[in-house]
């Protein structure tokens, strides 16, 4: 049973940082056929945990409860249509106009981000159990803490993030949107554009042969250069460092911004608590 939890954590853990992933570098229909036998792996491990659940009894008020009727109504009625919605296999294989536009209702699995959270909790006290001998129980406690904290801010960070990535995609056909200002896809030879090395014939230099790229295909080929900015800026905005060299450039960018600055706030004092409560 410790291993199925331990399984299952982490499936959670990657489907929230892949999930965003997918969605906001549009994945579907680029590369996501790379991703495809991996998430159905992941989806039929919880729909295994959905069936285990359904037989797995609870404490009401200290009280175990093993009625296989009470436990599935309280499962049916909590989380049981999230929870399927978010794992059904055949939702990345659907496609409408060659986007799985199903795919979204993976979302839903981000309600089990507390369930997350509780569960680990429990595994982090089993495993200082273990290692009371060897470390002092202070400094695990201070341990785990700050890697709970820690994991939470660098998850909700990234969901952050890739949203600040999706609104470059969503911005640039009305608005210049922040991909263009930071010189994403805008080459030595034009916007949206893969071009070869120029080559020297009989003496002369052949101007270079370009080939036209959608947006979200040269999007693509930077994501990784995409991605670390986006983060960088949200990390900083959110920690209200905010260094000002990148900013928005739409309206939607900016009320973006407004939400991450005022959000900001909660994360401070989310540090700060946690800083606080650490045992010395």
Known sequence: MLFWDLLLNLIYIISFFLIPLVIAF???HLAFKKYRDFELFMDFMILIDICFTFVTSYYDDGIQIKDFKRIAIRYLTSFFVPDFLSCFPSIIVLESKGRPVAYYFKIFRFLQITRLFNSLGFGISKLKQFLMGVVNKITLDNIFSTSKTLLFLVMVIHVLACIWIGLGFNYHKIEKSWFEVEGFCVGQFGLNERCEEPVELD????????APLTYE???FENASKVYFVSFYFVSTTTTTVGYG????????????????????????????????????
Request: charged content about 15%; hydrophobic content about 45%.
């Open 26 to 28: 549009r994945l579907e």
């Open 203 to 210: 003496g002369i230099m052949q101007p270079p042969i370009c």
């Open 245 to 280: 060299d990148i900013f928005g450039n739409n309206n939607g960018e900016k009320f973006y911004i407004m939400l991450l600055e005022f959000f900001g706030i909660s994360i401070f004092s989310i540090l700060l608590g946690n800083i606080k409560n650490l045992k010395t």
């Open 217 to 219: 295909a040269c999007i």
